[in-house]
């Protein structure tokens, strides 16, 4: 059964970091490339991180600089390191593989884990 159970959120202070992290089952993790997708209230859900099996990374231009995607193919796990949190960070943050895992005709997502950055 696939599943994605994305953890490591909070409510931080801007400025602050937080390290998010997803474990996947289900799937081959390390055959994958693996995203981290975030969604604010009344936006569409964007991509902001992408790492490849063999560990090349992208980051959006939104977040380079300020958050690093990594990966530890032993414990099925993707994380994203954020650092510099700013207020328009503000969101809940999912993973996924490339292509997004589909459940039928639907893409299947974890519950996500949300990160608030206030003062």
């Known amino acids: 059964q696939v599943q994605l159970v994305e953890s490591g959120g909070g409510l931080v202070q801007p400025g602050g970091s937080l390290t998010l992290s997803c474990v996947a089952s289900?799937?081959?993790?390390?055959?994958?490339?693996m995203d981290w997708y975030r969604q604010a209230p009344g936006k569409q859900r964007e991509m902001v991180a992408r790492i490849t099996p063999g560990g090349t990374t992208y980051h959006a231009d939104s977040v380079r600089g300020r958050f690093a995607i990594s990966r530890d193919n032993a414990k099925n796990t993707v994380y994203l390191q954020m650092n510099n949190l700013k207020f328009e960070d503000t969101a809940v943050y999912y993973c996924n593989r490339v292509p997004p895992i589909s459940v039928g005709a639907e893409t299947y997502w974890g519950q996500g884990t949300q990160v608030t950055v206030s003062s």
């Open positions: 289900g799937i081959i993790f390390s055959g994958n490339t």
